[in-house]
């Protein structure tokens, strides 16, 4: 069930998630645009999420902001976001959650500072923008860094915090899938006045377009969005996945197909969540309703299709 709209209020709105945005040209959604993309999300109950560009719009569009209920996304060093976007490593300090777009040998060369961040904001959010390129070597090296941030969480709560860090808390958190949802439950309105998946759709081509303002949503073969229909990713218990269409269609040709890299990526990612979970607990009762991450002798789920039901 849809449940979130996101605008893009420029043609250059900050990237968020791994597709890049290579427009260099301001472009702003026209004012009527925005006010009847608003207006849909009324009509359809949805939570409205504004991807800002890296220049201050006019009052007149803060204004239709600020009409109805919404979150805030904006690149870093702009004021009054709920989410701030990095691209690149730099070092970063904010008191709202942070995704931070980073590629894997960045990541590799700076997870130390990449560490230090997990003190200086409420929630760090880290998206490799070329999980698609991951080789062997890059997942071993992978998981040291995984084995790394662990310890520093790990000390982190013994010290009575709370650190939240994508890729090792939220699957100690959560008991089901807790994906993307593009093109399910979330979708894109761009400048132009047309839907998209996401914004990664609308970038990569423009004829992508699932409907407009004037006609409606037209998902072609919606069903594919949906978990029920993927066919890997139904019997995957890596719950923090966020199970990226974009870069499903991009690998395998597939939306509802990951491909190996993501899966193991992930799937290092919920093992390093396992061994987090047990260190912690060994210093007291933490998530005590929580079931314990189970064993698993595999990082691919679809080396497992035989025992698949």
Known sequence: MLQYLIILLDETSTSFCHY???????????????????????????????????????????????SIDHSKIKPYGQKEADVLIVNGFQKVKADVPVVLRITKQELFTHQEEVAEILGDTPRLNIVLTDVETFTEADFEAYKKVL??????????????????????????????????????????????????????????????SIGDLEHGLDIKNKQLYKLGYAPICRHCDAWQCKRCVWLNRKTTLEVNTPSHEQCVVAHLERNASKELLQNIRKHGTFLPEQEDIKEIDYLDPFDKRETWQ
């Open 20 to 66: 890049e945005n290579a427009h260099k040209e301001r472009r702003q959604i026209p004012l009527d645009v925005l006010k009847k993309g608003i207006r849909f999300g009324m009509m359809e109950n949805l939570m409205i999420q504004f991807v800002y560009p890296d220049y201050e719009l006019p009052q007149e569009y803060q204004e239709a902001v600020e």
């Open 147 to 208: 084995a790394m941030l662990s310890l520093k969480v790990e000390k982190a709560y013994v010290d009575g915090k709370s650190p939240q860090l994508n890729l090792l808390t939220d699957r100690m958190m959560l008991s089901q899938m807790n994906n993307c949802g593009a093109g399910d439950t979330s979708i894109t309105l761009a400048p132009n006045g047309r839907f998209y998946v996401c914004p990664a759709f609308y970038h990569e081509n423009e004829t992508n």
